[in-house]
Structures are given as structure tokens and as C-alpha cells.
């Protein structure tokens, strides 16, 4: 029957009973592709009727039957045209639809034997359709014409004929009158019910200050609430089976943090990247996953919630040029946390030296054990000093292709014996020029290329490659290692932070304290396929 075109008049006659406007711009279900598979559901239901009545071999009425048939396969016909086109079907098309089911039905009935007809009970499958799909009144509505239809049936024959109508077969027509009353109530019932746990989610998600999403396991969006859609700026219909790819678009065109939870199983928490919205503009999103398992532990799905950081990114940049003591004050407990441990060892060591004398092996172990620590104490407070102190402002236009070229031939140089290791860069043909202290970028670009290597344990393909975006110029570095832990990208930027069993995690510290001084920003992401993409976008000083 015609369910499809019936199913998504739901959402808005049950938005107009409760006072407002149908909302067509939001998707809270897959109501469409439903619709689609309900469609070709009501085709086969016409073939079943047409199949039956055909081999009843009826003496009259086949070019009739004929002609509501083919109406209905041609209603059915537009009916997915119409949802093809524009996702969704009017009220007042799904009643043509639903009436035309009806008389389908009905005049099936007539020509079938009438009140002993095979198909009587299709008359209940028209009217849950009814009930169920558009209201309680409209199950009703169906309901008493499927009576009014099943006792002319009924009476007709006889007061035109006078035959006898027997006991029974008026025993049958109000069993079915109580079956058809009854089918609409139910239906009318669960479609009161469905109603109002779809207002309940529409008033949940609405409300939410935050973008929220969910897609199935193979990345098909189905939630996307309304502030989802003011932060990336979607607009219309969401088209059925559309891709969190096509939505959640990464500004550097690495891969959506969705698909990598997807992916990888593992979430991310107060991710912070670059997205781009539907009219190309670049905004900075918090992104929180959580992933969806079955019983069997496998992932069938992830729900997501974000925030555009974007005005919270500007204030927070500000107050970062405008506070560094205050922030080298905030450092100075952790700095005094990371020398305490070197300083204790290196005490240690000096009172067993002074205790008297000690076999020659031992002298030599504390020796070089204080070595070992004063070393490290001397990193640690280089390190606190490199990020302390406030980066060059001597600045000259440099094409940065020439710093990457020289940072890949160390690379090579430095591991020319290394098996397995490759470096590959990607630069345009013309030049790309910042405006930068080279030193300083070259001590960026240094770092970065280094962390890949050791996070490859000096084995796979460094990619480095130049690019250019609207007023950008962007650096990136992809490594095929192991990647960041999703719970972990937001910290590997904070001071005194590390995951290696050595170092003092300054090192990207100073990094992001450059790129910042330059103008720039530093971000680190999930590569597709697997590994992390760390990006340098700079300001373009133009090309010559």
C-alpha cells in the first residue's frame, strides 16, 4: 500500500497538530530511506492484488481493475519521484495516495465476491496505515468507510435482488467493523506515542547549546540537531545516506576526526582542529566522541558533540601576547617539579663520593651518574628558557621551500644508514614566502621532522609537503607512526608534557611558542589511513 508517501506526512502533521510549522530542515531519523523501501513494499502488495484477482478469473470488471491498478503503480511511481526530488511528501498528496489505496482495495472487494472477498482484510492493513502514519482521527476517518463500505457490500445486493442476507455472514461484517475500529485506535495510539517521543527529542536536541551527530558504523549520518547545522552552516535536507565526510569537512583536507573514531575505536576528547562550513569559511570546532558497541564489542556507530571555539580561540591568542610573564609564572611550579628529581640524584651522589673512599667502580658509577643528571637539569632549564623567552621579532621574507629542503637533506644525511627510511617532499613549482626569523622556523620544522622519525622508530615515509590556502601558507608533516591517542592530541602542546620514556616535553612547547609569535598555528591530527599529520600554517607574504 502507499506507506511511503504516507510515513513522512507524519512529521508534518504531527508538527501542525502541535503548533508549529513542519520542521523539514532537521533530520532526527532516516525517515527517507524508509520511505524509499516502504514504496517499493507498496509495488509489491499492487502486484499481490492484481496477481490474485487475475486468477480468480473474473467474468466482469477487469478493465476496471485494470485502470485502479495501473493508478496505483502510477501514485506509487510519483510518490518516489517525489521523494527523490525534494526527501519528503505532502499531506495532501499522502491522502490522494492513501484514498487511492483505499479504492483500490475497495474496488478489488466489489469485483471479488463482495462481502465473501478473499481481500476484505486488506481494508486493516489500509487503515494501521492510516492510524499508524497519520493520526487517530484519520484511522477512524478509514475505518468507518471500510464499514460503511463492507455493509453496502452486504445490504445492496440484497435489497436490489432480494436475496436473503444469512446470519452469518452479518455476524462477519461487524467482526470486521471491529476489527477495522480497533486496528485504528492501536495505531492511533502508537502514532500519539511516536509523536510525542519525537517532540521530546526534537526539544532535547534543539535546546543544546552544542553541535550534536550520529552516524552508523559505516559513517551515514543520521541525528544532526540544530545547532549542528548553525556551526557548519548545512542548509536544506539532508540528502538519505549522505557521508559525516561530506559534512564534517577538515580544513587541511586530512581525515574527519569522526571517521578516525570510526576507524580506530578510540575517542577523542576536547579535540580541538580546523573545520570548514558549508560557505567555505574555516572554523575552529572542540570535538568530544563516544563511541557505539554491540554486545560482541564491535563499533556500530558514534555519537559526537561540538563547539565552535572560534571567538574562544581569538580571546584566548589574545591574552597569550598580551600575559607571558603570567604564563612563565604558572610554569615556574613545574619547572621546579622537573629539576627537583635531577638535583636529588646528583646531591646523592656527591655525599657517597664524600663519605671516603670507595671502590674505584662505584667512584666511577657516581660520577657519571651526576654527569648524566646535571645534563639533564641543564636540558630541562634550556628547555623552560627556549619557551620563556620571547621569540625574535627580526623578520625577513624568505621562500619556505628552501628551510624544508635543507630540513630533508639533514634528515637524510643524519640517517643515510637507516633501512626502510625515506623522505619525500612535495613543494609547489613557485615560491611560497612568509615572513619569519629563519632560524626560528628551521628550529620548528627541526623538531617536527625529528618527533616523526622517532615516532616511525626510523623506519616508513616522512612526507613533508608545501601548500598554499587563502592567505596561508601551510606545512605538513606526515609520518606513517603509530599516531596520537585521540585522549591525548589536546596536550602535547602544554609544557613538561611528554609520551616518550625520555626528554622533558618542551620540545613542541617551543614549537607552538614560535609558530604562535609568527602568526601562525600548529596543529596535530589523525592521518588518513593511519599515522599523525602535524601542520604549520604561517601567514603568505605573497609570491614574486
Not at 474496488?107 to 463482495?114: A, I, K, L, N, P
Not at 604564563?327 to 663519605?355: C, T
Not at 596561508?472 to 609544557?495: N, Q, S, T, Y
Request: include cysteine; charge should be negative.
Amino acid at each position: 500500500m502507499n506507506l511511503a508517501g504516507s510515513l513522512h506526512s507524519l512529521s508534518a502533521s504531527n508538527a501542525a497538530e502541535s503548533g508549529r510549522a513542519a520542521r523539514g530542515d532537521l533530520v532526527y531519523d532516516r525517515h527517507v530511506m524508509w520511505l524509499r523501501y516502504l514504496g517499493v513494499a507498496r509495488i509489491g502488495v499492487l502486484s499481490f492484488l492484481a496477481v490474485g484477482a487475475a486468477l480468480m478469473e473474473l467474468d466482469r470488471g477487469q478493465g476496471v481493475l485494470l485502470a485502479f491498478y495501473t493508478a496505483g503503480f502510477v501514485t506509487c511511481i510519483a510518490n518516489l519521484y517525489t521523494l527523490q526530488r525534494r526527501s519528503r511528501v505532502g499531506f495532501a498528496q499522502a491522502w490522494i495516495q492513501l484514498l487511492v489505496d483505499f479504492a483500490v482495495v475497495a474496488v478489488t472487494v466489489g469485483y471479488t465476491h463482495g462481502a465473501t472477498s478473499f481481500f476484505t482484510f486488506m481494508f486493516v492493513v489500509v487503515v494501521l496505515e492510516a492510524g499508524l502514519l497519520l493520526g487517530l482521527s484519520q484511522g477512524f476517518i478509514l475505518a468507518t468507510m471500510a464499514a460503511v463500505f463492507m455493509t453496502l457490500q452486504l445490504f445492496l445486493p440484497a435489497t436490489l435482488f432480494g436475496s436473503t442476507v444469512r446470519f452469518e455472514l452479518v455476524y462477519n461484517l461487524l467482526v470486521q467493523s471491529l476489527a477495522f475500529y480497533l486496528a485504528a485506535f492501536i495505531s492511533g495510539h502508537w502514532n500519539r506515542r511516536i509523536h510525542r517521543l519525537q517532540e521530546f527529542q526534537h526539544e532535547i536536541l534543539d535546546n543544546m547549546n552544542s553541535g550534536f551527530l550520529i552516524t552508523d558504523a559505516r559513517g551515514t549520518l543520521s541525528v544532526l540537531n540544530h545547532a549542528a547545522r548553525e556551526i557548519l552552516g548545512v542548509r536544506g535536507e539532508i540528502s538519505p545516506g549522505r557521508h559525516i565526510s561530506g559534512v564534517f569537512l577538515v580544513a587541511s583536507g586530512g581525515e574527519c576526526p569522526v571517521v578516525t573514531a570510526l576507524r580506530s575505536g578510540q575517542d577523542f576528547v576536547s579535540y580541538e582542529f580546523e573545520a570548514l562550513n558549508a560557505a567555505g569559511r574555516s572554523v575552529l570546532l572542540g570535538l568530544t566522541t563516544n563511541t557505539l558497541r554491540d554486545d560482541s564489542g564491535q563499533v556500530t556507530g558514534v555519537i559526537a558533540s561540538f563547539t565552535d571555539l572560534t571567538e574562544m580561540h581569538a580571546m584566548r591568542e589574545e591574552l597569550r601576547r598580551h600575559d607571558r610573564l603570567a604564563v612563565v609564572g604558572e610554569l615556574a611550579a613545574g619547572l621546579a617539579h622537573e629539576i627537583r628529581n635531577p638535583v636529588a640524584v646528583i646531591r646523592g651522589a656527591l655525599e657517597e663520593l664524600g663519605n671516603g673512599p670507595l671502590p674505584a667502580a662505584l667512584e666511577d658509577k657516581l660520577r657519571a651518574m651526576a654527569i648524566r643528571e646535571s645534563d639533564h637539569l641543564n636540558e630541562i632549564v634550556g628547555g623552560f628558557l627556549d619557551f620563556a623567552r620571547e621569540p625574535s621579532r627580526k623578520r625577513e621574507t624568505i621562500d619556505v621551500r628552501v628551510l624544508v629542503q635543507e630540513v630533508a637533506e639533514l634528515l637524510r644525511h643524519e640517517h643515510a644508514d637507516a633501512p626502510g627510511f625515506t623522505v619525500r617532499v612535495s613543494c609547489p613549482a613557485a615560491p611560497r614566502r612568509v615572513s619569519c626569523d629563519p632560524s626560528q622556523l628551521k628550529q620548528v620544522f627541526v623538531n617536527l621532522a625529528k618527533n616523526a622519525v622517532e615516532a616511525m622508530n626510523g623506519r616508513g615515509v616522512l612526507e613533508v609537503s608545501v601548500n598554499e590556502g587563502p592567505g596561508l601558507v601551510e606545512i605538513r608533516f606526515d609520518d606513517e607512526g603509530p599516531g596520537i591517542e585521540p585522549d591525548k592530541v589536546a596536550r602535547i602542546f602544554e609544557p613538561f608534557f611528554t609520551t616518550k620514556d625520555t626528554g622533558v616535553g618542551m620540545g613542541l612547547a617551543v614549537c607552538m611558542r614560535i609558530v604562535t609569535a609568527h602568526d601562525g598555528t600548529l596543529r596535530a591530527s589523525a592521518r588518513q589511513g593511519g599515522g599523525c599529520s602535524m601542520r604549520v600554517s604561517l601567514p603568505s607574504a605573497g609570491q614574486s
